[in-house]
Every structure is written in structure tokens, then in C-alpha cells.
């Protein structure tokens, strides 16, 4: 199956986090659960340049994208995507940007909590302001595509 498929774009829709799996340069595995957006056939994921996840990627680019549908049907799926990651400095295109405030920051339903914990804007500030290397991005471009059950 591949991720221009309806079925997996109607999944990945439904979808807020993936867990990203990526390998360390010892060959360890790793996995951490990051925001992501589908722009131009490719997957987006927020992380900085030096992250776990962004070091990982720069050793070894064959990553593991498990996705879970939090909205609507399909709880007892999972969806693997195998992919081959990029790790970029700075910030993501414009396009992008867009799609991730969109999803995170603007959507109606995040607005509300968004609004709600407006207070805490500055620990949310501070938090990312931590970020060794600064911004960055991870680019995946899919591959093979499988839905899992989940046990």
C-alpha cells in the first residue's frame, strides 16, 4: 500500500502524533512520539536539528512511522509507514508552517485549548528556547505502507 492511497491519507488525517523510530548510531533503536503534517508527498515532523530523533536521522535515514487514529474510527489500527528521513536546520517551509499551526495552534477544536492554558505560553516558550542546535525539521518521504492490528 502506498501513502497516496485514500484509505492511508484518510488515516494520517486522523492522526496527531506519529512515533518515530529511528536507529542511533550504536545501531540502538529509539522512539519518540512528534507532531507531523503531510505536505507535497512527503511527511514533516517537528524536531530540533540536534534532537534525538534529528542525530538519528543524520547516521541512519531509514526510519518507522507508527500512527494511530484519535479521531473517529479505526481505533484498533495502527498504521507503519517505512520511510527514508532527511534532517534540516532552521525551519520548515512556509507551507508547512502553515499546515502545523493549522493543526496544532488553530484548528477550533486546539484553539479552545490553546486559549483555555494562554497563561502557560511562557513555559511553552522557555521549553523549546532549551532546544540544542535550534530549530529543525525531520522530511520523511514514504514508502511501503501496512495497517497493523493493535493487540
Not at 540502538?28 to 534532537?51: C, K, M, N, Q
Not at 481505533?75 to 528521513?85: E, I, K, S
Not at 508547512?96 to 516558550?125: F, G, I
Request: aromatic share 12%; glycine share 8%.
Amino acid at each position: 500500500m502506498l501513502a497516496t492511497d485514500a484509505r492511508v491519507r484518510m488515516f494520517l488525517e486522523r492522526s496527531s502524533i506519529v512515533q518515530v523510530a529511528t536507529l542511533s548510531p550504536k545501531n540502538r533503536p529509539f522512539v519518540t512520539p512528534l507532531w507531523f503534517v503531510l505536505h507535497d508527498g512527503a511527511v514533516y515532523i517537528t524536531s530540533g536539528y540536534e534532537s534525538w530523533a534529528g542525530r538519528n536521522v543524520q547516521q541512519h535515514g531509514e526510519v518507522a512511522l507508527l500512527f494511530v487514529a484519535d479521531r473517529g474510527a479505526h481505533a484498533d489500527q495502527v498504521l507503519r509507514v517505512r520511510g527514508t528521513a532527511t534532517c534540516h536546520r532552521g525551519f520548515p517551509p512556509l507551507g508547512v508552517l502553515w499546515r502545523v499551526a493549522m493543526k496544532y495552534y488553530l484548528s477550533p477544536r486546539v484553539l479552545v485549548v490553546e486559549l483555555r492554558n494562554a497563561r502557560k505560553w511562557r513555559l511553552r516558550k522557555r521549553y523549546y528556547g532549551q532546544v540544542k542546535g535550534g530549530a529543525g525539521y525531520l522530511r520523511v518521504i514514504p514508502g511501503a505502507c501496512e495497517f497493523l492490528q493493535r493487540p
